[in-house]
Nanobody, 124 residues
Framework: QVQLVESGGGLVQAGGSLRLSCAAS????????MGWFRQAPGKEREFVAG????????SYADSVKGRFTISRDNAKNTTYLQMNSLKSEDTAVYYC?????????????????WGQGTQVTVSS
C-alpha cells in the first residue's frame, strides 16, 4: 500500500509559476514510478509527467514540455511538479500517482495509487 498526499495548488495568473508536492509513504514506495495527471472540467484525466524513482528518468506530455519539470527528493520521499509559464488551459485538478511498472500511452501500469488531488487555477 502506498499513500500519497499532494499540496501546493492554488490560483495564479497566466505566465506565473506554482510548485506541487506529493509526499509518498508506505511499503516499497521507492520502487514505484511517480507521476502527475490532471483533469479539467468535462475532460478525461490526462498524463502530465512521470519519473522513475530509482533512476530519475522523466517523461512529459507534449503540452507541458519546456514549461513543467518533475523531480523527486529521495530522502523526503517527495515528488515535485514545478510549473512555469502557466496558461489558462493548465487549469485542472492535479493528481499525484504511483504506478508499479510505469506509464504507457499515458496510462499507469501495474499496481496504482492516487492522491486526493489539488486544484490549480490559472487566470487569464
Amino acid at each position: 500500500q502506498v499513500q500519497l498526499v499532494e499540496s501546493g495548488g492554488g490560483l495564479v495568473q497566466a505566465g506565473g509559476s506554482l510548485r506541487l508536492s506529493c509526499a509518498a509513504s508506505g511499503r516499497a514506495a521507492s520502487n514505484y514510478f511517480m507521476g502527475w495527471f490532471r483533469q479539467a472540467p468535462g475532460k478525461e484525466r490526462e498524463f502530465v509527467a512521470g519519473i522513475y524513482w530509482s533512476t530519475g528518468s522523466t517523461s512529459y506530455a507534449d503540452s507541458v514540455k519546456g514549461r513543467f519539470t518533475i523531480s523527486r527528493d529521495n530522502a523526503k520521499n517527495t515528488t515535485y511538479l514545478q510549473m512555469n509559464s502557466l496558461k489558462s488551459e493548465d487549469t485542472a485538478v492535479y493528481y499525484c500517482n504511483a504506478a508499479r511498472t510505469g506509464y504507457y500511452s499515458g496510462r499507469p501500469s501495474g499496481n496504482t495509487y492516487w492522491g486526493q488531488g489539488t486544484q490549480v487555477t490559472v487566470s487569464s
